[in-house]
């Protein structure tokens, strides 16, 4: 008896120090999602895409990993990597107004202006102007986008003069 005993405890040993070592991957991409944040901060462009590779690859369903990864990217001149993400952010939540804003900056910087127009117009259609100046990248955003032919260019200047 004694020795099932043992048996027994030595499994459930086993047991909990395996099952202890599995953590969520949802947690674990929230800890790569947090590290990137924080080497973007610092300006650790390749560490910052390093731990948002991470965190996609560990929960694909994050679309802020996605963001966050299409971002940094992009100040990378990534930019069909960049447009990659920002499309699986899309494809995660098609109402991403900085997403399809950021997608636009980086159609710009592609020179296809027909779709970086339309992912702007995408943008102002979700959040209005707020959609374009609300995007990571902020005021580059709003600065590729005025200058892509636009009905509404007058209110992005009022919006810009305000700033």
């Known amino acids: 008896m004694q020795l099932a005993s043992k048996k027994a405890f030595l499994v459930l040993i086993i047991a909990v120090v395996v099952l202890s070592g599995c953590g969520g991957p949802t947690g674990d ?5 947090e590290a990137g944040r924080a ?10 895409i390093a731990e948002f590779e991470a965190a996609v690859r560990l929960d694909p369903s ?14 990378k001149g990534r ?27 980086v159609y710009y910087q592609k020179g296809q202006l027909a779709e970086a127009r339309s992912e ?7 959040e209005g102007i707020g ?6 990248t902020g005021r580059e955003a709003t600065v ?12 992005a200047f009022d919006v810009l003069v305000d700033l």
């Open 120 to 126: 702007f117009q995408k943008a102002l259609a979700i």
């Open 29 to 33: 991409a929230q800890t790569h999602l």
């Open 62 to 75: 994050s679309a802020e990993a996605h963001f966050q990864l299409g971002n940094a990217y992009t100040h």
């Open 144 to 155: 590729y986008w005025v200058k892509v032919p636009q009905p509404h260019l007058e209110e």
């Open 39 to 48: 080497h973007m901060e610092a300006g650790q462009w390749d560490e910052a």
């Open 79 to 105: 930019l069909d990597e960049a447009a990659r993400e920002f499309k699986a952010v899309l494809a995660l939540n098609a109402e991403h107004a900085a997403a399809h804003s950021n997608l636009g900056v």
């Open 131 to 136: 959609g374009i100046l609300g995007a990571s």
